[in-house]
């Protein structure tokens, strides 16, 4: 993008038909404009356009990030793979703490977070996934195994498809 004579790179991110549970960059954006305020190395979050008439789904604009999918490039020696372990690790540690609730009962917003799923799923589909019902019955059976724990943000499918990598972090 030329803007104002800068020549600006951006990633536009939409939403794919199709997802059995329903998930948007409309409740992304502002998860992404979150990790920035705590230290979480995301690319900046610089547009959000949720009318999905526009092009056939809701979109985000993200500034260009440096690195490369570290499914990509998993490294064979040992220091840089130590690296990409501590990086990582501080990280999580930064998420967990930055968005930490001490004062949360962590049921109550896994519950909403699974009813929300749960009813995107049914308008969504017409024949839910089984494994997904299935799953989400287990979790609701089992909330009570997280009593007296803290709430805080969790990043939910983390693995080196989700990350870019440049050099060690």
């Keep these: 993008i030329n803007d104002a004579g800068v020549e600006r790179r951006v990633v536009i991110r939409k939403d794919s038909p ?37 092009c056939g789904g809701a979109f985000m604009g993200v500034r260009f990030a440096c690195g490369r999918p570290a499914n990509q490039i998993v490294p064979a020696d040992p220091e840089t793979s130590r690296q990409w372990a501590q990086n990582i690790g501080e990280m999580v540690a930064r998420l967990h703490s930055g968005t930490a609730q001490p004062d949360t009962d962590v049921r109550t917003p896994i519950l909403d977070q699974i009813d929300q799923l749960e009813t995107r799923m049914l308008e969504r589909e017409r024949e839910p996934h089984p494994g997904l019902l299935v799953g989400l019955s287990w979790l609701r059976s089992n909330i009570d195994w997280l009593d007296g724990r803290p709430a805080c943000r969790i990043h939910g499918d983390l693995g080196f498809h989700n990350m870019l990598m440049d050099g060690g972090r």
């Design 18 to 54: 199709g997802l059995p549970t329903g998930s948007s960059v409309t409740a992304e954006y502002p998860v992404v404009r979150e990790m920035i305020a705590i230290g979480i190395p995301v690319p900046e979050a610089l547009w959000l356009e949720a009318d999905a008439e526009l």
